[in-house]
């Protein structure tokens, strides 16, 4: 037997103070009457009440209470069969780690900011798979198709451009990874549930043409939305030492500092063009809440039936009998019963 919340039953220890409250009255009330009072006036006066009957209210006061408390902490006993079932999309989420998210327009900064944003919209899921891929001039899939979205919130706040090979940006080969993965569902797994791809970035793009992998993705039936991270007036980006001290900032070959600014364009025309709404995060306030709305009209599939043995509480039973025993200490007879008189 577990219980639901053990804590409630420390109330327990109320049951010997009620005792020893009830006893400290009855004394006092006895010693008050004796001071004036005699013991034969006092049975004359109370011919009619019934000792045992004030034990039996007593008792039952006091059991009432017991099954109330325990009731209330939750017993679980034996086990019940539930059958859980999954419904939702697949999401697979695109996150730019261009040295150019670290820029600072939008504060902490334009990765933060994404990161901070994913992990709300992991929040707001409800059996929904989603998947991650980093990408620069490369694509990794970092964490496949999942519903343990807590292993994915690790692999998300680790997320940085220092672990990418090189600090450029490919938006083909991120379309080409994305599109693999949903390749790699098969008609099982896919449950006729919607594909959406979430690319999110700054919209800088070093790498050859995409409309032919965007093109890939819309024939595959898979939506894709974009959310450009950054300002038009764009900002330097910032270089640290191993102390978290700024150094510099990142500059080209001729020595001149480089500005990074949100191309704002491109990203508008991979969501227009991927059927799905483009949105922008300007300051540290912007969030992408319009799209949690869009998520939740999408068709959602059932991934999966699961059953699972669990504990049933009963305390429903123990609450029963707790009323049983307050309505014999509310009803039952403060005068003997005739049918008890000799």
Do not use: C
Request: charged share 25%; hydrophobic share 40%.
């Amino acid at each position: 037997m577990i219980w639901e919340d053990g804590f409630y039953l420390w109330f327990l220890l109320l049951i010997p103070l009620l005792y020893g409250g009830y006893w400290w009255h009855k004394r006092q009330q006895g010693e008050r009457r004796s001071e004036y009072f005699d013991n034969r006036l006092v049975q004359q006066l109370r011919k009619n009440f019934w000792k045992t009957g004030d034990k039996v209210r007593l008792i039952s006061f006091l059991a009432a209470t017991l099954f109330f408390i325990v009731a209330l902490a939750g017993p679980k006993i034996g086990t019940e069969v539930r059958e859980v079932q999954r419904k939702g999309v697949n999401l697979m989420v695109a996150l730019d780690l261009s040295t150019s998210m670290n820029a600072e327009d939008v504060r902490p900064s334009r990765l933060e900011k994404a990161k901070f944003e994913i992990n709300r919209l992991i929040n707001r899921l409800q059996g929904d798979r989603i998947g991650l891929l980093i990408f620069t001039d490369q694509a990794f899939l970092q964490v496949p198709f999942t519903t343990d979205y807590s292993a994915l919130r690790l692999f998300i706040d680790i997320a940085n451009s220092d672990q990418m090979p090189s600090g450029g940006t490919n938006f083909s080969a991120a379309m080409r990874t994305a599109q693999d993965s949903f390749n790699s569902l098969d008609e099982q797994e896919q449950g006729n549930a919607a594909d959406v791809l979430l690319f999110v970035g700054d919209g800088e793009n070093h790498g050859p043409g995409y409309d032919a992998q965007l093109e890939e993705l819309v024939e595959s039936n898979v939506v894709t939305f974009s959310i450009g991270i950054g300002t038009p007036n764009g900002a330097p980006i910032p270089v640290y030492d191993e102390n978290g001290t700024l150094a510099s900032y990142e500059r080209d070959n001729s020595g001149n500092t480089i500005t990074t600014r949100l191309e704002s364009d491109a990203m508008r025309n991979i969501a227009n063009a991927g059927g799905g709404e483009y949105y922008e995060i300007r300051s540290g306030s912007d969030n992408i809440e319009p799209f949690f709305s869009r998520l939740d009209e999408l068709e959602r599939g059932e991934f999966s039936s699961q059953e699972f043995a669990d504990y049933k509480n009963q305390y429903q039973v123990l609450l029963g009998i707790g009323l049983f025993f307050l309505m014999i200490t509310l009803f039952f007879p403060e005068t003997k019963p005739r049918i008890f008189e000799k």
